[in-house]
């Protein structure tokens, strides 16, 4: 069981030869490649390297950049807290549209035109909660945001005019501890491992006691094609994302 980057870094050593055979590697080499592994990990693997998750954040007037916390992988929907819907009722819009949208009452109470009737309270709740969800798209402030994962940047766009609270809905990175296990991820951190040491091997053609040369290029060969294996069944396997429109 893999629980440190030690661990990780011993495991790779041991599935590349070690201790029968010398491995032409050095610890921050192995440990740099485990990162890089790791970060296509997160990029490709939904629902396994990364999870659903939403955050609120304080939207200042004037500023159109926010700085993300490093376990962000991505942003998917940006929109204000639902907190405060009770008080679309008391508002200029919905004493204008508010009749002509439900033709009536939307209580489900007592008589009068619209009306359906007390068995249909579930049913005309919903259909309010419609009503304020129009409400927001028509009359409430809409942004568009982008994130960027080489800087861990959110920009807002148009620029906040009032300062408010701002509900993120994200993909949030698993601790990479909790990775160190998974058979894809150690697949290719070992492909990748075994590239740089045939890279490393390559680097002067040194023949051996009786005429035998270093066989390098079977290292990269056999690499590459894990590598490629690694990388095709992380995409294939993983959950598709879920995008939100609108």
């Not at 592994?37 to 939403?54: C, K, P, V, W």
């Not at 053609?205 to 069944?233: C, F, V, W």
């Amino acid at each position: 069981m893999i629980t440190t980057m030690n661990d990780f870094v011993d495991y790779v050593r041991m599935m590349l030869g070690a201790s029968i055979i010398n491995i032409e590697l050095t610890d921050d080499q192995i440990l740099q490649t485990i990162e890089d592994s790791l970060d296509i990990f997160n990029r490709y693997t939904y629902g396994e390297a990364t999870y659903r998750d939403t955050m609120i954040i304080s939207i200042s007037a004037g500023v159109s950049a926010y700085q993300l916390d490093s376990t962000v992988n991505s942003v998917l929907d940006i929109s204000k807290p639902n907190g405060d819907d009770i008080n679309k009722l008391f508002t200029p819009q919905h004493e204008l549209l508010y009749s002509q949208f439900q033709n009536g009452s939307f209580l489900g109470t007592g008589g009068g035109e619209g009306n359906l009737g007390g068995g249909y309270a579930v049913g005309n709740y919903v259909t309010t909660l419609t009503y304020m969800t129009e409400i927001d798209n028509i009359f409430e402030k809409s942004y568009v945001c982008t994130f960027s994962e080489n800087t861990n940047t959110l920009r807002i766009w148009p620029c906040p005019e009032q300062s408010h609270q701002s509900m993120l809905t994200i993909w949030r990175k698993e601790n990479s501890s909790d990775l160190f296990n998974h058979i894809l991820l150690k697949k290719l951190v070992r492909a990748k491992c075994m590239i740089l040491w045939g890279l490393i091997l390559g680097k002067n053609l040194i023949t051996l006691p009786g005429g035998s040369t270093i066989n390098y290029q079977m290292y990269l060969d056999r690499g590459t094609k894990e590598e490629e294996e690694a990388i095709s069944d992380i995409k294939m396997e993983t959950n598709p994302p879920i995008m939100l429109i609108g």
